[in-house]
C-alpha cells in the first residue's frame, strides 16, 4: 500500500468522526434514548441500520451520539498525558541530579501500583464525568510517554547541535525553546498517536469495570461492555461498537506509522 | 513534515469546535421532579442496567427526569450506609420461608437499614408479630405491618422474578426452591456439571449466606430441617419436632443412622447440634441474630459463659433449644445455612476448603477458587429413600461471564444452566414461549424475592412526601417490564412481602 | 562521570529496590484504606445484627487509629505474616500461594509467546533472509493488537468456544488446549508493540554507520548481524518492555475475568469489591513486588545489551 493512501486513509476517517461529533444534533438520526421494548436486540434493518439493543434503542444512533464523549475523552487525555510528559520529561532530562531521580522513582512507583485500586478509589471519590476521566486515565498513563520524552531529551542534549549552542554560550532555556523543542515535536506527534491509542484502550478497558461514563449515554467503551453480555446471540451489538473502535484505533496506528518513517 | 503539521493544526482547531459543540446542552431543561437513581454495577450488572434504564424512560414519559448512578459494590452499600443517596434500584431476597425477612429494613432497631424509615406504629407491629405466641398471630401482625408499608412506599416494589433452567437429558431430577436451594440428589446422570455466576465467599457453612457460597455449602451440609418445593418445613437430620412448656422449648428427635463425611466420621448426636451452633455464635456469623431468644445466649455472646444453656443435649438423639420467651419464627430461621451441623469436632478456624465434614449427598473433593469438585457421599443417609443412585461427581464452577456460560452450555461441558436475562431471546421466543428442543428441557422456579426501589427517607423531597413516591410508583409501568424485559418470567409486585408468603398451608 | 565501585552500587540499587517496595506498600495501604466502604458490613451482608458487625471490626482492629493498623501491618509483613483475608477467613499466604501458579505460568506464557512473535520470529526471518516476512508478521500482529484484550478475549471464546467447539469453554489447567487463547489474547498487544519497535530498530541499525564500516571491512554479514545490528536493536524492544509490564498485570486481570482462570487476578478483583483490605494491601504488595522485579531484570538486561543505554536509567 503505497504511504499516501495509508496516512490518508486513517486521517480520513478520523476527521470524518470529528466533524460527526459536531454535526451530530443536526443529523437524521433515531432518538438514541428512544426505548421501543417490542422490538429488542433485532437485527441489522432499513431503519435500524445496525440493529437495535437489548431495549430497541437504534444503535448506529446510540453509537454516533457515544462518540462525542469518546472523543472528548481521547483527545482531553491524550492532551494531558503529553503535558505532563513533556513538562516532567524534560525536567527530569534537563536539571539532572536528584530531579531525576525523584522522577524516575515516581515512574517506577507508578508501574508498581496496580491501577484498578486507584481508579476506584479515585473515581469513588470523585464520581464519574467527562473531566474526573480525562484527569483519571491522563493520570494512569503519564508515565509511559515521560520516561520516552526524558530519553529523547538526554539524545537530543548530548547532540552536535546543543553542544554548540551551549558552547556559544546561549542560556539553556533559550536552547530548550528554540533548538530542543521543534527536534522533540515529530517525537510529540508519533506519541500522541500512540498515546490515544492506549487512551482509548484504557477507557474502554474502564467502562468494561463499570467505571466510565453511566448508560444510557456511554461512551463507546460502555457500549461495547453492554454488548458483550449479548455477543453470542446478538452480535450486532458488540459488532459494530468494535468495529467502530477498531477502525479508530487502526486509523492511530497507520497515522503513527506514518510518523514514524518520516522520523526515520 | 509541514502538511502533516498543517493538518494536526487544522486537527487542533477541530478539537476546539468539538469541546465549544459537545458543551452545548442539547437536551432543554426539565420542570418536572427530579429522582436520581443508584445502583450497584456489581450484583446482576445487567438486569440491573436494564431495569434501570426502563425505570429511566418510563418516569421520562410521565413528566420525572431521572438521573442514573451506578457505582460499584463498596461505594453503594457505604452511601446507603451514611444515607447520602436519593433512591436506590436493590433487590432483597430471603433463605427462609418467612415475611420477616422482607420487614426488617423498616424496624428503627434493625442493623443495616437501607431506607432508614422510622414509624413507631410499625415498631410495635413488627416487634408483636416475631415475638406473637402462635404462627396464626405472628403472620396476623406482620400483615398489618406490610399493610402499612405498602401504603406510605419507603420502597417502590417493582417485581420478583423467576429462575429459568435448561436441563440436558438426564438432569430432570434437580430441585429448586424459590429461596434458591439447589438439589441435585435426584439427577440421573453419573457426572454432573453446574455454575453459579457469583463469586464464592466462604466454604464454612457458618459464614455462607451469598447465593454462591450456599450453593456449595447445601450439597455438604444439612440442617435439622429442610425446606420442600411446595414451602412446607420437612424433616432433614431432625425425624420430628414438637414446640412444648407454652412455646418456651422445641424438642427435637435426632435421625439415627447419620454419619458425617470425612475424618470424623462418627454418628450425629445432639452434641454435635449443641457444638455446630455455638460454633456458629463464636465465629461471628452474619446469621448469629438468630438465635438471640435463645437462653443464654448473651451471656455466651460476651464471653461470660463457656456454652449456652439454651442448647440442651439430653439424649443423643434428643436436642432441645430452650427460649427465653415464645418465638414460632425460630423453626424458619433453622433452615439457614449457618445452622447446617458439623462434627463437634470441627474447630472455629477448620479449613473448610480442603475437605467437607457435613452430612450431605456430596463430599467435596477439591476447591482452587473457581471449581469445587464433589464425589457422591457412599454413606449417605438418604440414599435409602431414593430410587436412583446419586450423580458419582459433581462439578460445580463460577462462571461470571455470560457468554462462557453459554459456550459451556452449547458444548457440553455444562449441564444445567440457569439462563441469564442477556441470554433470554437464545432460549425464548418474542412471546415469551420456550424455544423446544430434543436435547434439553425447561424448568421455571418463581422466586419470592423483590426487585424494588428504596428512597432515603431521611432526605427531601422523595422521603418527606408519600404523594410524590407514590406518584413514582403510580408512573412505574410494572406489567411491560414484566411481558417485555422479562419476557413473562417475573411477577408484578404490588406488595413489599410476595403474596405467597402469607399463605395459609404452612 | 565518577567512578564509583561496584558494591556501592550494587548496594544503591538494593536499596533503592527496599524504598520502592516500602514506597508500594504505604501507598497501597493509604490507597485502600481510603476505599469507601465498611468491610464489616461488605463481608457480612445486610441481615447481620449490628452486634456481629461490631464483633468482626472488633477481631479485624478495624476501628484502631490508621496509623497503628500501618504499624501493625508493616511489623508483621517483615515478619512474613500476611495475615487473614476478611471476607474468607483464611491466611492470605495460602490464598496467595493456591492462586498464584497459575497466574504466574499465564504470564509466563504470554511472555514467552510475545517474545517469539516480536523478537524471535523477525530474527528467524533475519537470518533466512527474507524481511518481507517480517513485516508481514508485523501487520498481522497489529491487526489483531487493535482490539482490546478482553474484546479479543470475549469474541475468542464466542467464536472458538461457543461457535466453532475447537476449544473447551470453561478453562482447566490441566488441559493444554485451555492455554491456547489466554495466553495468545493476553500476549498479542505486546507482542505487536514490541514488534514494531524491533522491527524499526532492527530497519534503522542495519543501515547505521557502525554496521557499514563493518561491510566495508569485510566482516561476514552474520558476524555483523549479530555483534552490530542484533545487540543494539535489541535494547528498543527492551525499553519498551518495561511499559509492557504493567500492562500484563492489567491485562491479567481482564483474561482471567473473562476466561474464568482462578487466578491472582480474580483474587484481586473480589478483593476490592469487598474492601478486604487485609487481603488487598498484601496482593498490591505482591504486584508490585513482581513488577519491580521484573522492571530490575529488565533493566539489568537493556544494559548488557547495549551499553549506550546506561545513560537513560538512574
Redesign the interface.
Known sequence: MPKGASRSLGLVWLAVLVLACLLLPWLPLEDPLQLDLGHTLQGPTASHLTGTDALGRDIFSRLLWASRPTVLIVAGATSLDLLLAVVFGTLAASRGGWL??LV??VI???????????V??VV??TGVSILTLICTIAGINWV?AT?II??EV?RLRSADFVRRARAFGFPKSDILLSEVGPNLLPLLLNLAAYTAIEVL?LE??LA?LGLSLPAPAPTWGGL?AEG?SY??SA?WL?GST?IV??VT??SL?LLA?DI?SSL? | MTILLSNRRLFLVCLVLLSVGCSRNTQPPSTGPQLSLMYNT?EQATEKTVTAQVIQSQLKEKGISVTLEPV????F???I?KADYQAALALWYVDYDDPE?FL?DFYSKA??R?AKYSNPTYDDLYERGLFAKTEKEKLQRFHEATALVDRQLPWIPLYSNSELFVLRKGTEGFVSNAYQYYDYRGVQKSDL?VATDV?V??L?PA?A??LASKHIVTQSYEGLIALAPDGQLVPMLATDWRIVRDGNQIDFHLRAGVHFQGKWNHALTASDVKSSFERMLR???????IF?QVEGVPAF?EKKAKEVSGFVASAPGVFSIRLSRPFPTMMEWLLAPAAYIVPRETSD?F?F?KESVGTGPFVLKSW????ARFDANGNYWAQAQQSHPLPRTLSL?????V??Q???F??G??DILNIPLALFNEFLEADGSVRPSSEYSYREVKLNNLKFITFNMQKAPYGRDEALRRRVSESLNRSAMVKQLFKGRAREATSIVPPEMFRTNR | MRRSSPTLVILQRVG?FV??LW??LT??FL??Y?????PA?????????????Q??RL?ARLDSPLAIQYGNFLVRTLRGDFGESL????PVAA?VR??AGTTVLLVALSFALMAFLSVGLPILFAIVGSPWWTRALDRVL?LFA???S??LG??A??LF???L?WV????DATRPGCWVLPVFVLSIYPAALLA?VFH?AL??NSHSLSVQRARALGFPNSDVFWNEVLRVSLSAPL?TL??G??FF??GT??VE??????GLG?????A????DVAL?VP??LV???A??IL?VGLDIGLRLADPRSR????
Open positions: 531525576d531521580r524516575l522513582l517506577d512507583l507508578f508501574w508498581s501500583i496496580p491501577f484498578v485500586v486507584f476506584v478509589l469513588a471519590v509511559a520516561r526524558r530519553a538526554l484502550t474502554t478497558g468494561f461495547l458483550l455477543f453470542q452480535w458488540a468494535a473502535i477498531t484505533l487502526a496506528h506509522r514514524e526515520d | 456489581e460499584t459494590n463498596a461505594v452499600y457505604d452511601r450506609a425477612g426488617t442493623g443495616f437501607m456439571r463469586e465467599q466462604s464454612d459464614l449466606y451469598d465465629v461471628n456469623s452474619p446469621y448469629a441474630y438471640d455472646k478456624k479449613d476448603t482452587d477458587g473457581v471449581q464452577r463460577v462462571m461470571k461471564d457468554n462462557t453459554f459456550a459451556a452449547r458444548q461441558e455444562l | 533503592f524504598l520502592t514506597t508500594i501507598i497501597s490507597c485502600v481510603t476505599l469507601p466502604g465498611d458490613r461488605l463481608i457480612l451482608g445486610q441481615r447481620a445484627s449490628t452486634q456481629t458487625v464483633a468482626f477481631a471476607a474468607q477467613r483464611r490464598l493456591e492462586r497489529t487493535v482490539a482490546p478482553y474484546v470475549v469474541v471464546v464466542g468456544s461457543g461457535i467447539g473447551p469453554a470453561v478453562f514494531r524499526r530497519e534503522r525499553a518495561v511499559q509490564i504493567a498485570v492489567t486481570f481482564f475475568s473473562v476466561f474464568g482462570i482462578a480474580g483474587l484481586a478483583y473480589e476490592v469489591r469487598n474492601k488487598l496482593l498490591c504486584f508490585g513486588t513488577v519491580s522492571s545513560s537513560q536509567h538512574a
